[in-house]
């Protein structure tokens, strides 16, 4: 059977809307971020000082959405947005002492959607599941 039989964007669409709309609650309530803003503090979390050019990159999204993602961790004093000092047209981004705290808050949030994911899918349909959404990905 197809993919259009089995409608399947629409129900990829509706999964990854709903494990999203529930992360951004439980990350909302536990650091007041969304995901999406938890993706780019994980990226200077495991990459340390870094620019927003390669948040951009590693997270596959505009650089003018990292500049906005920023300015919001920014005001909330979870990260600081320097000139980088190899190149003074880059800024570049650093968790600060409270962003470290919320980053480390956010971690109980993301065990329990995956608590989630674990009691929905066996472990060996996991494996499978991530393979193909690792294969869908990288053909588009």
Known sequence: MSASHHRLYSKLQRAAHAVNKAADRSL???????????????????????????????????????????????????????????????????????GRQAFANIAQPFAAINDVLDAQISPEDMSKLAEMLERISEAF
């Open 28 to 98: 909302l309530g536990a650091a007041n971020i969304t995901t999406a803003q938890a993706a780019v503090m994980a990226v200077i979390n495991a990459d340390g000082s870094v620019t927003q050019k390669h948040i951009a990159k590693q997270l596959g999204i505009n650089e003018s959405a990292v500049t906005a993602m920023a300015k919001r961790l920014i005001k909330l004093d979870y990260i600081t947005r320097t000139r980088c000092p190899d190149d003074g047209r880059a800024w570049q981004l650093d968790m600060t002492l409270a």
